[in-house]
């Protein structure tokens, strides 16, 4: 009870500090997070699920949730999940937006709409449609000076969290990983550009597709999410895990070897040194020092 009650003042602090600077969060999930109908879930959906945590660090129930599922191709049927989730948590707030054309992203009544949201979210699907669809756009600059000056959230699940970094997985197969140009990168939004976020990390056997990334910038931090997995990034300082899951960071920056530049496409790869940390639900991570601190073994789930 101590270290749930010790939790809840940073909470409290980290979103005066929030309030005080204007800056939003940005929400990367792994995929698959729970939307209320699971029958047996980890987590409690309605008491700290995935998002429950992603409305109450908005405006709680009153929340303004603007869904975009530009990256998928079933949109309507991701809609009416969302709908249903966030509506058995107590928001009935929730626009939807299939956006599939720069165009569109200059229109005057869907800025309006998006000029209002308390959390932006993008759903799961092809990641690559959303830089193409919405980049470098009336909406894409919007979403940028909300998330820097108004404290804007900003959600993603599986491609709308890969998404969310400047270098963006764009694909790759998980069996032909840790050979040069086995993945394929993109621009991505680059609302935190020192990052490279994938996702269905554990279930689809990711880990070599991020290291590959990571070697081919070896500046950025590489973030693999589980399903039913996020972490809520502060201002780019630092992120906690929430949900169900694991969050597994790749550090690059302690690499001694990486010979990723000097290979011809095709070659396998070979690194040293590499920091690795496999974090879950509570765990932090300062993106300033590097320092890790891990939520007690005594407290619970949160």
């Known amino acids: 009870m101590f270290y749930l009650v010790k939790f809840a003042a940073v909470c409290k602090k980290m979103n005066m500090r929030r309030e005080i600077q204007g800056a939003g969060l940005l929400i990367p999930i792994g995929g698959g997070e729970d939307r209320g109908e699971e029958t047996d879930p980890i987590l409690p959906f309605e008491e700290k699920g995935v998002l429950k945590h992603v409305l109450t660090l908005a405006n709680g129930v009153d929340s303004r949730v603007v869904l975009?599922?530009?990256?998928?191709?079933?949109?309507?049927?991701?809609?009416?999940?969302?709908?249903?989730?966030?509506?058995?948590?107590?928001?009935?707030?929730?626009?939807?937006?299939?956006?599939?054309?720069?165009?569109?992203?200059?229109?005057?009544?869907?800025?309006?709409?998006?000029?209002?949201?308390?959390?932006?979210?993008?759903?799961?699907?092809?990641?690559?449609?959303?830089?193409?669809?919405?980049?470098?756009?009336?909406?894409?600059?919007?979403?940028?000076?909300?998330?820097?000056?108004?404290?804007?959230?900003?959600?993603?699940?599986?491609?709308?969290?890969?998404?969310?970094?400047?270098?963006?997985?764009?694909?790759?197969?998980?069996?032909?990983?840790?050979?040069k140009g086995a993945v394929r990168m993109k621009r991505g939004f680059g609302f935190i550009p020192g990052l490279i976020i994938d996702t269905h990390f554990v279930r689809r056997g990711r880990f070599g597709r991020l290291a590959e990334a990571v070697a081919k910038y070896p500046n950025c931090l590489g973030i693999g999410l589980a399903e039913d997995t996020g972490v809520v990034i502060q201002s780019e300082r630092e992120f906690r895990v929430i949900g169900s899951g694991m969050a597994i960071v790749m550090d690059p920056r302690t690499l001694k070897h990486n010979n990723h530049e000097l290979l011809e496409p095709g070659t396998p790869l070979s690194m040293t040194g590499m920091t690795v940390h496999f974090l879950a639900n509570g765990d932090t991570f300062s993106l300033e020092d590097n320092q890790v601190k891990v939520l007690p073994m005594s407290a619970d789930f949160i």
């Not at 949109?75 to 009935?92: A, H, I, N």
């Not at 756009?137 to 900003?154: A, C, F, P, Q, W």
Request: proline share 2%.
């Open 68 to 179: 975009v599922t530009s990256a998928s191709s079933i949109p309507d049927e991701v809609s009416e999940q969302y709908r249903d989730g966030f509506k058995r948590l107590g928001c009935k707030s929730l626009c939807h937006y299939h956006i599939t054309s720069q165009e569109e992203c200059e229109d005057e009544k869907l800025l309006k709409t998006f000029s209002k949201a308390d959390i932006v979210m993008f759903s799961g699907g092809n990641q690559s449609r959303l830089p193409k669809f919405i980049g470098k756009t009336s909406l894409h600059k919007l979403l940028m000076d909300r998330y820097s000056n108004e404290g804007l959230v900003i959600a993603g699940t599986s491609a709308g969290a890969m998404a969310m970094s400047k270098f963006m997985i764009a694909g790759g197969s998980a069996s032909e990983s840790l050979v």
